[in-house]
């Protein structure tokens, strides 16, 4: 809105909007972690009972459970489709009117000072989401601590940084 519409920003983004959108993201967001945890937790654990992993991940916890998965499996691919893929299709969706807005700026000072500020966000919109895809929607099977203790760091440490 701040760039494709900069002049109606105030109006199209009151604050009665922001506020409504925070809650929905936070609602959403915690209503997957509740389910990964549930079903998670559910499960019956064999020791020994430590993760080889920087964070407590999911993936990672899976690994320690002593019953099938393939149920928890089908679950993170379905929440990582849900909580991941349907935010980033959103995402390049207003990067696309984003990006065309900024080519209909007539100079080219203008221009390269938008495309540089969108710089920034895409590239840890990347950082962050092409890992966590990486990380929750592959097969169980795909597993590897010490790979995905690199990824992890990346998409958790990496992109907050930046």
Not at 22 to 42: D, E, P, Q
Not at 74 to 94: C, E, K, Q, Y
Not at 99 to 104: K, L, N, W
């Amino acid at each position: 809105v701040a760039i494709c519409f900069p002049l109606h920003y105030t109006l199209l983004m009151s604050h009665s909007i922001c506020v409504n959108t925070v809650i929905v993201c936070w609602s959403i967001s915690i209503a997957g972690a509740l389910i990964y945890t549930v079903f998670t937790l559910h499960l019956p654990y064999c020791g020994p009972y430590k993760i080889n992993h920087f964070f407590c991940e999911v993936p990672a916890v899976l690994k320690l459970a002593c019953a099938d998965t393939s149920f928890n499996d089908r679950l993170d691919f379905i929440l990582g489709f849900l909580l991941l893929l349907v935010p980033l299709s959103f995402i390049l969706a207003s990067y696309v009117l984003i990006f065309a807005s900024i080519f209909r700026i007539r100079s080219v000072q203008g221009r390269l000072k938008s495309f540089s500020t969108c710089a920034s966000h895409v590239t840890v919109v990347t950082m962050f989401y092409g890992p966590a895809i990486i990380m929750y929607m592959r097969p169980g099977s795909w597993y590897d601590p010490e790979w995905d203790k690199k990824v992890e760091v990346l998409y958790n440490v990496i992109s907050a940084f930046l």
